[in-house]
């Protein structure tokens, strides 16, 4: 049996964890797809599709992860996150 998941008719959501296949947007331009999971990532629009992140272009989809992935990367690097290094795990 299918996963709720495995009904989209886009590419698989990137984000993790992974959410199955996205669903493409009907008359939209330039084509563009959202993933359903992401309700999560702020608030919903008029249209029903969530702000933020769950939008993606369906043409060039590869490049837009690569280039989110190195964003979020950069942002990482320059957190300033304490360094934990000396912790001790029990």
């Given at each position: 049996?299918?996963?709720?998941?495995?009904?989209?008719?886009?590419?698989?959501?990137?984000?993790?964890?992974?959410?199955?296949?996205?669903?493409?947007?009907?008359?939209?331009?330039?084509?563009?797809?959202?993933?359903?999971?992401?309700?999560?990532?702020?608030?919903?629009?008029?249209?029903?599709i969530p702000?933020?992140?769950?939008?993606?272009?369906?043409?060039?989809?590869?490049?837009?992860?690569?280039t989110y992935?190195?964003?979020?990367?950069?942002?990482?690097r320059e957190?300033?996150?304490?360094?934990?290094?000396?912790?001790?795990?029990?």
């Amino acid at each position: 049996m299918a996963k709720r998941e495995d009904f989209g008719n886009g590419d698989v959501c990137p984000l993790f964890p992974d959410h199955g296949r996205m669903y493409v947007i009907k008359d939209s331009d330039p084509k563009k797809q959202y993933c359903p999971h992401q309700v999560h990532d702020g608030g919903v629009r008029t249209s029903g599709i969530p702000a933020s992140r769950a939008m993606w272009p369906l043409y060039g989809f590869e490049d837009t992860v690569k280039t989110y992935m190195a964003r979020l990367d950069k942002a990482i690097r320059e957190s300033a996150l304490p360094d934990l290094s000396d912790v001790e795990v029990l």
